[in-house]
């Protein structure tokens, strides 16, 4: 199906909006500078306008390009190079980001959205520092564009038109990688507003007081963004790749999971700062270095530097531009913090080591080490092929020797944190708070060891400080409750509770935050310590047994689809009676094979199976390699993931007072004097 007349011209139109959003982000960046060199502050006001208008058109120019994938335009290249005639349509409006093009614009588009969200945030809120966030979140967009538009251009067409195009990866056309990418950059990009609001205060030396309060919502935002990436992330490589696992320590893995680990020091390290008037200058250290990840992790997944089954839009041209890009950002930025840093003092300081605001500080060294460890695996690799041409893998024994007494770490200043007043604890008081988590904590481990016995001490300290850890959020809901409820005698406990959680919503969806991350850690337990898999080759009718579960094997089947060709294969449980079919994939276009798994899940496991080649047997009976794994406890990992998301939104849906006209004007701005 060849394009329309006007599918065909429309994408010069996006096109030109582009470069017209290019030029104006430009003249955002340089509004603040020339109201102060020229003493016209008017001139600053035009950046919450300029804002709108590079949003509009970078959307103009974004959807010229999914109007040319829905329509077959086949003379853009990235259309011809990542989709054809025969792909869903459902695939088709996704495959913007399927390629090393698209899924920068992607990037921008989402840069330019937050700054306009940011535009219209700040109008009443912060009109004075406004103009500086703006001007940041404009060189930020410039940089990208320049990338985009120079060296990864989107729009760029092909002549002569040819008749089909290539195909979107078939990796990619799962439902999973379609919302995958999407939030993992709306988690990247998110954190461009704190680094853009960090940068401002240093220029115009804002009292962080001021403005740590409307970061804070900014970062929960991009960290839960960020969260459901990597949730999606694992589930899709769990249910597609067909290895049976979720989570490899691959270096795109690590590229995201690094910014989310310092993301999480930071939103602790704000409410410190929050509550008691300290960490300042740390906290404007982990905006910018949490940014500076999300750029590295730019770098890593889009620059083919380092190889990775999650590496699909690479293009290792422009990874030059990339680095230096990201070298210039932290080069400025960390200038800026070095010489105006010292602006931001602390006004109190710790004053017990057992405190909530010193198990906080703890709080974040734990989550800066973690990050420091996987960077440090990450790139040391690359370290050592740069000098000597050796090529090493650092894979997942390393990660888990090292993240293991980490976790153990986290999970443990998570559990005795929400218990610790600010200040001082009173040490008798914090005795009988921690009793029965305690109590819980020992019988989680005892029964551990008796229930499922040989099992690691791993398993053991886990299991023990899970359950201490639900303890401690038991004991701090049911304290509340009971106090509220010797106060309002009328209510029931239902209704006490209900209450007690949406009169403190930031507590408890912190709380709920704190549970999500439990139940990913029974997951990662169930499935770490007690998984189970077996690979035989079967013909029709054997019957493969693995952890108390018999499957029949019943055959395969073909069929085609709109642009593959697959190979069914059937297996019935002989206990309970479902069936898996699990599918092998050949994509025409591409001659690629893929693997689709089938799972039957309950709460407490997975069966699943994945079916390979085809393998000649006695009188022509064809037998074909199964792969079945057992996996307990799996789905508190996608459970937990949801969980974190839903506390996420009851912290956000917690009312914030706005800016104080007089605070927020009580310097003057830096283009102004």
Known sequence: MSP???????????????????VLACLQGLAPIAARLLRRPELARLTGNLAVAVFVLTSIGGATIVYSFLTNNFSVLVVASHSNTHLPLFYKAAALWGGHKGSLFLWVWILTFFTMLVAFDGHSRYPERLPVILAVQGWLIAGFYGLTLFLSNPFLRLFPVPAQGVDLNPLLQDPGMVMHPPMLYMGYVGFSVPFAFAMAALITRWKSE???????????????????????????????????????????????????????????????????????????????????????????????????????????????????????????????????????????????????????????????????????????????????????????????????????????????????????????????????????????AVSMAVFAWPVY?????????????????????????????????????VTATWRTVLGNRRHYGGMIVHLGILMIAVGVVGTGLFRLEKSVVMAPGDVVQIGGERLRFDGVRSFRKENYVALQGKLTSLDHGFVLRPERRNYEDQQMPTTNASV??????????VIGGAVPGKNGIMRYVVQVYINPLVEFLWLGGLTMIFGIGVTLSHRVGRVAHAAATDAVSAYAK
């Open 4 to 22: 329309n007349g006007l599918s065909f011209n429309l994408i010069e139109l996006g096109h030109f909006a582009a470069i017209l959003a290019f």
């Open 210 to 444: 001021l403005w740590i309060g409307i970061i804070r919502r900014w970062a929960l935002i991009a960290w839960g963004f960020l969260t459901l990436g990597i949730v999606l992330g694992a589930w899709w490589s769990y249910y597609v790749l067909g290895w049976g696992g979720y989570w490899a320590w691959d270096p795109v893995e690590n590229a995201s999971f690094m910014p989310w680990l310092v993301g999480t020091a930071l939103i602790h390290s704000i409410t410190v700062q929050e509550r008691r008037r300290m960490l300042h200058t740390w906290n404007i250290f982990l905006v910018i270095t949490t940014f500076s990840l999300s750029l590295l992790g730019t770098f890593l997944v889009r620059s083919g530097v380092l190889s990775s089954v999650h590496a699909f839009a690479v293009d290792p041209g422009q990874g030059a531009y990339i680095l230096g890009f990201m070298t210039v950002v932290l080069a400025v930025s960390f200038g800026i913090f070095l010489v105006r840093g010292r602006y931001q003092e602390a006004e109190e300081t710790v004053t017990s080591p057992l405190s909530r605001e010193s198990l906080f500080v703890w709080n974040n060294v734990i989550f800066t080490t973690a990050a420091g460890c996987v960077l440090l695996g990450t790139l040391y690799p690359l370290a050592v092929d740069a000098l000597n041409g050796s090529r090493i893998t650092v894979g997942p024994p390393y990660f888990n020797t090292v993240m293991m007494p980490i976790f153990f770490i986290m999970l443990l200043l998570m559990a005795v944190g929400p218990l610790v007043p600010w200040r001082k604890a009173n040490l008798s008081r914090l005795r009988v708070r921690l009793l029965v988590p305690v109590i819980m904590g020992l019988v989680g």
């Open 457 to 493: 001490w791993t398993g053991l300290v886990a299991v023990g400080l899970v359950s201490f850890v639900f303890g401690t959020l038991v004991v701090d809901l049911v304290r509340a409750v009971r106090q509220r409820h010797q106060q309002l005698i009328s209510e029931n406990v």
């Open 600 to 609: 039957n899940s309950d709460p407490l496991r997975d069966v699943y199976a």
